[in-house]
C-alpha cells in the first residue's frame, strides 16, 4: 500500500525515476575512482558544480547546463593539472573544492533576488524539485555515463589499477583520465536533484566500499556496488518523503547504515574463517577417544590413534606423535 501511495503523485514517480538512475550512474563512475584512490573527487565536482548552479541563477540561463559546463571544465582542468602540472593531486583537489564553492557563494550574492529559495535542494537534494524536463535531461545523462563506462570498462580499469602497464600496452591513458573525470563531473550533475551536490560523493564510494566487503573480484563488486546504490537511492527517496527530510542526507544515512552492517558482516565472517583456521591448525589437540571416529591401534602397553597419517598417543594429559 505504501509504495501504491508513493506512485500516485506525478513528482514521487519523477523523484524514484531519478533516484534509479542516480544509483545506477554513480557506484559504475564510483568504482574506478576508488581504484584510482580519488574518493573525494566527487566532492570537488560538486563544490566546482555550485558556482555553476549560481551562474546559471544569475544569468537566468536552466542551472542544470550551467553546472554541467562548469563540473567538465572544472574536471578537466583538475586532472591536467594533477598529470600536467607540479601542482601535486591534493592541493589541485583544494584548489577545486574552495575555489567552486567561493565562486558559487559569490555569484549567489549578486544575483538581484539574492539567495534562490530552492538553493538547498541543489546542496542536499529534494525529492521534489526534479521537473519533467528534468528527468528527460538526467536520463539522457546517465545513459551516456552508463554506455561510455561499461563499454570501455577493461581499459577504465587498467589505467585506473595500473597506470604505467596500461601506458606499456599502448592504451591512451591521460585521454581515459580525462574521460573518466568528464563521466564523473557529469554524474555530480545527474545527481544533484535527488542527492545533492555536498553528497553525491557519499553515493560514488559508498556503494563500492560496501562491494569491496562482500566481493574478491572487479566484476563481483560492481554488480553489488550497482544493487546497493540503486536500493539505498530507492529506499532513502521513500523514506524521505514519509518523514519529510531531505532525499540526499536521508539517502547517505541509509547507505552508511547498510556499511556499517556489511563491514558487521564481514568482520564476523573473517572470525570465524580465522577460528577454522585455526581449530585446523592445532588438529593435534583433538581429544581421542573411542568415539572419536579415528582408528585405534593397539601399541605395547596402550593405544595409539590414527589421525591424518600420525600415531597419537595419549601422555599424561598429551600426546605424543609415533
Known sequence: MAVLELLQYDFMRRALLAGLLVGLAAPVVGIFLVQRRLALIGDGMGHISLAGVALGVLTGTAPVWTALVAAVVGAVAIELIRTRGRTSGDIALAVLFYGGIAGGVVLISLSPAGTPANLNSYLFGAITTTTPSDLVTFAVLAGAVLLTTLTLAPRLFAVSNDPEYARAVGLPVLGLNLLLAVLTAVTV????????????????????????????SFRASLVVAVATGVVVSVA???????????????IVLLAIAVFMLAALGAALRDAVARRRHSMAERHHHHEHGADCGHTAVAHDDHVDYLHEGHRHAQHAGHYDEH
Open 189 to 216: 550533475v545527474v545527481s544533484m536533484r535527488v542527492v545533492g551536490l555536498l553528497l553525491i560523493s557519499a553515493l560514488m564510494i559508498l556503494p563500492n566500499a560496501i562491494a569491496q566487503l562482500l566481493c574478491h
Open 236 to 250: 532513502g527517496i521513500g523514506t524521505s518523503f514519509y518523514v519529510n527530510t531531505p532525499s540526499g542526507g536521508t
